[in-house]
């Protein structure tokens, strides 16, 4: 788990420097459909991580295309793409309970928390299951590594 939870951490870095550099905070929404399949290959230990990976990465290449194709990257500066129509309702501090994002560190500390790092977990947390078939296939005492019983007939 350490080197996915060491990407995740790094991912989420990155999201929070380039959304602070650029204004735009949709940087964590540029990597929804890419980070799961990082997580998922580096999983990869037998053929039901592999499996595993497969659907991960066919789920993400259909929602990388999807966004792609509604504007959320921009060629070649991909930093770049249309900003989530809701962070700058959230910044606008028009949304009720919500007024005090409109200052510049408490919206800098939403956004480190809550948009990078809150949401680059919840990526990691999606391809759990991977990780902990990963964990099991590494067990020695993983059932699948155990010989089948002989069937009686």
């Known amino acids: 788990y350490h080197l996915s939870l060491c990407i995740c951490f790094l991912i989420a870095l990155k ?6 550099i650029t204004g735009n905070v949709s940087q964590v929404d ?8 990082i997580y998922a290959w580096i999983a990869v230990t037998d053929a039901r991580t592999f499996l595993m990976a497969v659907l991960v990465t066919v789920w993400g ?6 966004f792609n194709r509604r504007g959320g990257y921009m060629w070649p500066c991909v930093w770049r793409g ?12 028009t949304i009720p309970f919500f007024g005090l994002l409109s ?3 408490p919206w800098a500390i939403f956004n480190l928390v809550f948009i990078s790092l809150y949401q680059n977990l919840l ?29 009686d007939m």
Not at 30 to 37: A, D, N
């Open 82 to 93: 249309e900003e989530d129509y809701r962070w700058p309702a959230l910044r606008s501090g």
């Open 123 to 151: 990526l990691l947390l999606i391809t759990a299951p991977s990780l902990v078939a990963w964990s099991a296939a590494r067990s020695p005492a993983c059932i699948d590594s155990l010989p089948a019983p002989p069937l």
């Open 15 to 20: 999201c929070f420097i380039v959304s602070s």
């Open 103 to 105: 200052q510049p560190v």
């Open 61 to 66: 290449i259909r929602l990388t295309w999807n």
């Open 30 to 37: 540029k990597l929804w459909s890419i980070s799961p399949m």
